[in-house]
């Protein structure tokens, strides 16, 4: 969370412009009123260029999480051949069929699930919450049998797995979590931005609409745009002061 001197001056500033501008008469100047127009535009433009690099930050993040999984893969393969084949092991003779065998067998269960238990493991989770929840015996049957592959299915991933292959996906597993934090703490910022501008934008379109038929602002009315600045700000501060 920015702190609040960094968010609202932006905010603060466009009310008081505003203000002043409205409490300046009722015959509005043409440049006055082109000049608010222009900013609720170049709000608008903002906003919309704020959302695609809000978007384009969303791919990036993606596309780096998929490149952290695929050289993850390719670590996993090294240190699964590394535990096969030890380099200080004595070699001996080996056909091309007890090799390819013997890598199908020990090392391609490990390439082929790099990283898979923390999945199967919130599915097994998710999936006994759902069997305790449901009273309809058939689903209940489905839902056990799908638990029973994914216990399988965990077994396999932790039986007889090279302690060098589970080392080296925790280290992946963890640059994972943190780009997903990563990706979610720059979506949180663009938000609260977003959500400024939302608010700039309707003091903007009120303020707009006034001039646009040559009205002075009322004591009122100028209480009410700051009644609804003051809520804004509150609401985007999480209900703070």
């Known amino acids: 969370m920015l702190p609040a001197p960094l968010r609202w001056p932006s905010i603060d500033w466009v009310f008081a412009v505003m203000i002043l501008a409205l409490v300046a008469g009722c015959a509005t100047p043409i440049e006055v009123k082109t000049a608010s127009k222009a900013q609720f535009d170049l709000l608008t433009a903002l906003d919309g260029a704020i959302s695609d690099l809000q978007q384009s930050f969303d791919q990036f993040h993606k596309a780096k999480e998929a490149r952290i999984r695929e050289e993850g893969r390719m670590f996993v393969a090294r240190q699964a051949i590394a535990a096969l084949y030890p380099t200080n092991r004595p070699m001996k003779q080996i056909t091309a069929d007890a090799l390819f065998e013997s890598y199908n067998t020990n090392v391609q269960p490990w390439i082929d699930n790099a990283l898979a238990l923390p999945d199967v493991e919130a599915q ?14 058939a ?103």
């Open 124 to 137: 097994i989770v998710s999936l006994t919450k759902k069997i305790a929840a449901t009273s309809d015996p």
């Open 139 to 241: 689903l209940k049957g489905r839902y056990s049998l799908a638990l029973q592959d994914l216990q399988e299915l965990r077994a396999r991933l932790v039986r007889n797995k090279p302690s060098a292959v589970t080392e080296i996906e925790e280290v992946i597993l963890s640059d994972l979590t943190n780009e997903r934090q990563t990706a979610q703490d720059v979506r949180h910022l663009l938000d609260i931005l977003r959500s400024e501008i939302a608010v700039m934008k309707s003091i903007a379109s009120k303020v707009d609409a006034w001039l646009a038929i040559d009205v002075s602002v009322s004591q009122e009315q100028a209480d009410s745009l700051r009644d609804a600045l003051v809520g804004a700000r509150k609401a985007l501060a999480g209900g703070g002061p």
